[in-house]
């Protein structure tokens, strides 16, 4: 199957190499062993199948980060035709990080961005692991735009660890790129598909990841934060990262749950680098049938229900509370208060013990 | 040759309870030992160095908007563990923590004050509390604050601080970017002016969202603004970082921020832009509507 096996893997390795092992002896000795050959087969597809239905959220963060996992370009040859890639940002230079252009997918035309991660040192140079700088969101909004001025829907798929964190990243405004590039995705009057493809890295998978649909590949995983970051700062200890990781919730069945996602797209057994024709397919399916369905949707709505569903995204408390007063009360937990004082009684009752300064009912909160 | 020997010193024990706590304040650039009275009303800037301290919500407040005019907005929002977040502390167990030392529900207030002649929609993160990092409840402020800027026809002022966002929300925290950007996006097409003043420190998330969208983008001297941590992008690159990196005034040079601005002229430079901005070519104010 491959040079390179997660840990996970390794079973299903293993019973590779018997079945090579198999085939060799069978043709040397010229000995029928199909029938064995064929149960193994079959059992190999059923490990596959059981350890993939059964992975930790950590393990999928090792699968969307599979050195052999289908990236950008692949995606791109394997579902559209016709590509035109276009280069730069007309401002600074051509990142390789983010690449984009013209395409056709089943017949429609589609502005086509992704993150693109190299196969192997050389290619890794070149796009910077997957990480782009400022001129890489820079030449996707110019990329973005374009396809607005002639109507075509945009498709980005996304797979970095995130945006690169570098002097010269600082230096150009990576913080400002991606910003800019939030606002005007919100604003560009064409359908937008972000599909997560492997690695959804915090602001650097953001920054192209404003649309009207999201997918998430089964396997893949969408954090503010990466597990290791995470486990450096809260555990101290980056080996914590497995923990992190789950406590995240970024694995694509939490992120549908919790509405962050729209659909997961279905990764065949053994995930997506196992069998990538058949991944491309199932994609490549996905992405017409939202096409489809994105098309017929007038503009003005569109961009309306894009908006609609990011304002929605968030979960906190707005329950009328008593004013909280530290230190001084028993109250060590406002929280779970059930009282449901006016707001403007508790501002009130705050502003009569406030001296000096201006009278805001948060005065009294925090001196 | 003894006549030049070494000497031996004998180390002084300072002890640290002499003073009592919260009166007298270290200025951590000049060492200048100051009494806290005359700190607050040098609007926490050594009077020394100019070193500008981190001031609270309530300083921030009294500093920019005329005595008694502010209104508070959604002061009653509070964050909630959605994930169930429990690393080495639970997400729970930090905001009692945070909630206890501030007074505060969250990282930031919202509200509606007077500055000049004119109304403002303005926010103030505050960074005492978890980092100001930005979690559901900040990012759903600001993007209220947004709209009934919208609403109410007022320009908007957000002074931003962060450490970015709030990983105990995973990734809801992250889709804050794009909720208060996205309401940006409406602001901008409304005409409205947005002023975003950028304070120590302004990172990550914030930085890569509202921070900087603002039409004139201020910052004040000295603070650190920028995406990525230095030790985080020390540590990627193995590279020395330039002197004065990621700071405001480096900000101003490379482009970025529009000027640094001192704290004692920052309200009277936020008022003049506004006069400008909110005017139309006769140089008549645009009317406060409600």
């Known amino acids: ?185 919100f604003a560009l009057p064409v359908p937008i598909i972000v599909t997560i493809i492997g690695e959804g890295g915090s602001g650097g998978a953001l920054g ?90 007038p503009t003005d709505t569109l961009i309306e229900q894009r908006y609609a569903k990011f304002r929605g995204m968030g979960v906190f408390g707005e329950e009328q509370k008593e004013e909280i007063a530290p230190a001084d009360t028993g109250n060590s937990s406002p929280r779970e208060e059930d009282a449901s004082r006016e707001m403007d009684q508790a501002g009130r009752h705050s502003k009569d013990d406030n001296t000096g300064s201006p009278d805001s009912p948060a005065q009294k909160s925090s001196d | 040759m ?113 500055m000049g002649t004119h109304d403002v929609a303005l926010a103030i993160m505050d960074f005492k509390f978890l980092g100001a990092s930005m979690g559901s409840v900040v990012g759903e402020k600001i993007t209220r604050l947004i709209e009934r800027a919208i609403e109410q026809d007022l320009p908007v002022v957000i002074c931003c601080a962060s450490g970015g966002a709030r990983m105990y929300e995973g990734l809801f925290s992250l889709m804050q970017m794009a909720k208060t950007s996205g309401a940006l996006a409406k602001l901008h097409q409304r005409g409205l002016p947005y002023i975003s003043l950028l304070t120590h420190p302004t990172m990550a998330g914030v930085m890569a969202s509202y921070a900087t969208l603002g039409d004139v983008i201020l910052a004040e001297p000295g603070a650190l603004i920028g995406f990525a941590g230095p030790r985080v992008i020390k540590e990627t690159t193995q590279q020395d970082l330039p002197e004065g990196f990621q700071r405001s005034e480096f900000l101003l040079k490379h482009g970025l921020v529009d000027k640094v601005v001192p704290r004692k002229e920052l309200r009277e430079t936020i008022i003049q832009l506004l006069d400008f901005m909110m005017s139309d070519n006769s140089g008549t104010v645009r009317a406060d509507s409600g």
Not at chain 1, 213 to 218: A, F, H, Q
Not at chain 2, 11 to 19: E, G, H, L, N, P
Not at chain 2, 52 to 66: G, I, K
């Open chain 1, 1 to 185: 199957m491959s040079s390179f096996a997660l840990p996970f893997e390794k079973p299903i390795v293993e019973m590779e190499n018997k079945l090579k092992e198999l085939r060799t002896f069978s043709e040397n000795q010229d000995i029928d062993v199909s029938l064995e050959i064929e149960r193994m087969q079959k059992k190999i597809k059923e490990t596959k199948a059981d350890i993939y239905s059964n992975l930790t959220a950590w393990q999928k963060v090792q699968v969307a980060r599979h050195p052999l996992r289908p990236y950008t370009r692949d995606y791109i040859k394997e579902i559209a035709t016709g590509f035109i890639e276009l280069h730069g940002d007309r401002i600074h230079r051509d990142d390789r990080a983010i690449i984009g252009g013209f395409a056709s997918i089943g017949g429609r035309r589609v502005m086509v961005i992704g993150t693109q991660k190299g196969r192997d040192t050389k290619s890794n140079l070149e796009c910077n692991f997957g990480c782009a700088h400022p001129e890489g969101y820079r030449k996707a909004l110019r990329l973005m735009r374009m396809a607005a001025k002639f109507g075509i829907p945009i498709i980005t798929l996304i797979d970095t660890p995130g945006a690169f964190p570098g002097i010269e990243s600082e230096e150009r405004h990576i913080a400002e790129a991606i910003a800019v590039n939030l606002r005007e995705m």
């Open chain 1, 208 to 297: 192209i990841g404003v649309g009207d649909r999201v997918l998430i590949l089964e396997n893949a995983y969408y954090s503010v934060i990466s597990p290791e970051g995470c486990a450096a700062i809260l555990w101290k200890d980056r080996t914590y990262a497995d923990k992190a990781a789950e406590a995240l919730k970024l694995t694509s069945e939490d992120l549908l749950e919790q509405n962050l996602a729209d659909q997961i797209v279905q990764e065949p057994p053994g995930g997506a680098h196992s069998d990538p024709k058949t991944m491309a397919e199932t994609l490549k399916k996905a992405l017409e049938e939202n096409l489809e369905q994105l098309g017929k949707t």
């Open chain 2, 2 to 114: 003894a006549l030049f020997g070494r000497r031996n010193y004998s180390t002084v024990k300072v002890k640290k309870r002499d003073i009592p706590a919260g009166m007298w304040l270290k200025c951590p650039a000049c060492n200048e030992i100051m009494d806290t009275t005359i700190l607050s009303q040098a609007l926490w800037v050594c009077p020394k160095c100019s070193y500008h301290f981190q001031v609270t919500r309530d300083d921030r407040l009294a500093m920019l908007v005329e005595a008694g005019t502010f209104e508070e907005w959604d002061r009653e929002f509070y964050s909630v563990d959605a994930l169930g977040f429990t690393g080495v502390a639970s997400y729970t167990a930090k905001l009692e923590e945070n909630i206890q030392k501030t007074g505060c529900k969250d990282a930031v207030m919202c509200g509606r004050g007077r």
